[in-house]
């Protein structure tokens, strides 16, 4: 079934310092690839987000890039700060099953030291 | 934070019981997928509905079953509980299936079976 790989699990980084989570998916009908922000007892929000069309996209401090052909994705966060201290979730929504699913990875959680 | 809600916040049910969890869509918003989310895991589709129809499903056995209504608000009922069920229950909203693609997370209900 399809599946999403996410690494780091964990990761800490000194404020400033730039932080890269990974992830790789299986679908390769897969199209739309967003990463979700969750903080401790809140709802995950959407915080980036690429199509299968366009290899990167950049909004400030944070930018993510797509390999279609390695069906890879990752998370770049620059300068961080400590309020970047979250979980980050990536996903794939797919569409090979004709359903339009979100396939989340396992999550990584950033933090980021003063 | 986003137009969509879910109620009630928390739950507390004992093993064998019904639960039904409700999640009010954004405005304008046509699909709801319903996600679980367990302590320290990524969410895992449960469900998709779109246009009152189910358009898709993950790994959960028939006891997850969901409804969408005219207004596009959705419910999750979950039959004969399991402790395995205690988990974070999230819904999201999204417009359409093959159009935009950003969804967006309800707070979430969390349901601890005893």
């Known amino acids: 079934g399809e599946n999403v790989e996410q690494h780091p699990s964990t990761l800490s980084v000194q404020e400033g310092d730039s932080a890269v989570i990974k992830c790789t998916y299986s679908d390769s009908a897969s199209n739309y690839f967003p990463w979700y922000k969750q903080e401790l007892g809140k709802r995950p929000q959407l915080i980036i987000d690429?199509?299968?069309?366009?290899g990167e996209k950049k909004d400030q401090r944070i930018a993510v890039t797509l390999n279609k052909t390695a069906k890879h994705f990752s998370l770049h966060i620059t300068e961080t700060q400590p309020e970047d201290s979250a979980v980050y979730f990536c996903a794939a929504r797919g569409g090979s099953s004709g359903t339009y699913k979100y396939i989340f990875g396992t999550g990584t959680r950033l933090k980021v030291l003063a | 934070e986003t137009g969509v809600t879910q109620s009630p916040t928390h739950l507390i049910k004992t093993r064998g019981q019904q639960v039904t969890l409700r999640c009010s869509s954004q405005s304008g918003h046509n699909t709801v997928s319903w996600y679980q989310q367990a302590l320290g895991q990524g969410p895992q589709f449960i469900f998709q509905y779109y246009r009152e129809e189910e358009n898709g499903r993950g790994n959960f056995p028939p006891r997850f079953s969901g409804l969408q209504f005219p207004n596009y608000s959705s419910e999750l009922n979950v039959n004969a509980l399991e402790l395995d069920d205690s988990a974070l229950y999230l819904c999201?909203?999204?417009?359409?299936?093959?159009?935009?693609?950003?969804?967006?997370f309800g707070p979430g209900t969390r349901l601890t079976v005893t």
């Open positions: 690429i199509r299968s069309n366009v």
């Open positions: 999201a909203s999204s417009l359409g299936l093959a159009g935009t693609y950003e969804q967006y």
